[in-house]
């Protein structure tokens, strides 16, 4: 069994949408003579490697505490696209994708994860391919990157055209390294009392 660590390390120096960079603040330290190690951790519900939930942009849509766990474990796929622009629904035809999979798309961004400055002209899905991706009925999209959507994408299509099917999502994966294949992933969100996303601890567990 092999396990591979596929979570960004979250830090003041990981990328971010506007200001909203996570703060881990020591409020006791051993070495200043306290009787412990404390920190205090402020974070969004959307930062480093974490999940969307479909009320994330659905009205009424799953939240954190009540959404199937099976959507952030169990079998996965990886698959590899070597794109030029946006992933299109052509770059998805030729990877067998089957209703109920968890589908993690490494399209070589995760060393923007470790890059404090936002990478605006990151790769995403096209309206098409999400679209192609819910009427496939998977279980889960993960991505690369902090968005399933190009930066300032109007309408959120590729959000809104998961979301609104019931199709959950992974952002922020860290893919480099880890072979295509099949894998058993655990990513599993916070308990978070009506939580529209959630840092994850990713890991993918060869079979």
């Known amino acids: 069994m092999k396990i591979y660590d596929i979570t960004a390390e979250i830090s003041d120096t990981l990328p971010v949408y506007g200001d909203e960079r996570p703060a881990a603040i020591k409020t006791a330290q051993l070495k200043n003579g306290d009787p412990y190690n404390f920190t205090k951790f402020a974070a969004t519900t959307h930062t480093g490697t974490h999940a969307d939930m479909p009320s994330h942009f659905i009205m009424n849509g799953a939240t954190c505490e009540n959404i199937p766990l099976d959507y952030f474990y169990g079998p996965a796929k990886l698959i590899r696209i070597a794109a030029t622009g946006h992933i299109a629904k052509a770059d998805l035809l030729p990877h067998n994708i089957e209703a109920g999979d968890i589908l993690l798309i490494d399209t070589g ?12 002209d990151f790769l995403a899905l096209t309206p098409e391919a999400a679209q192609y991706l819910a009427e496939k009925c998977v279980k889960t999209v993960g991505i690369d990157y902090l968005s399933v959507d190009p930066y300032g994408a109007a309408g959120f299509p590729a959000h809104m055209a998961l979301l609104g099917n019931g199709v959950t999502i992974l952002e922020g994966l860290v893919l480099e390294g880890v072979p295509e294949g099949e894998y058993i ?9 009506d939580g529209d996303g959630s840092p994850v601890r990713a890991i993918l567990v060869s079979q």
């Open 109 to 120: 961004q995760s060393q923007y994860m470790r890059q404090g400055t936002l990478k605006k």
């Open 185 to 193: 992933l655990s990513a599993l969100p916070l308990k978070i009392a």
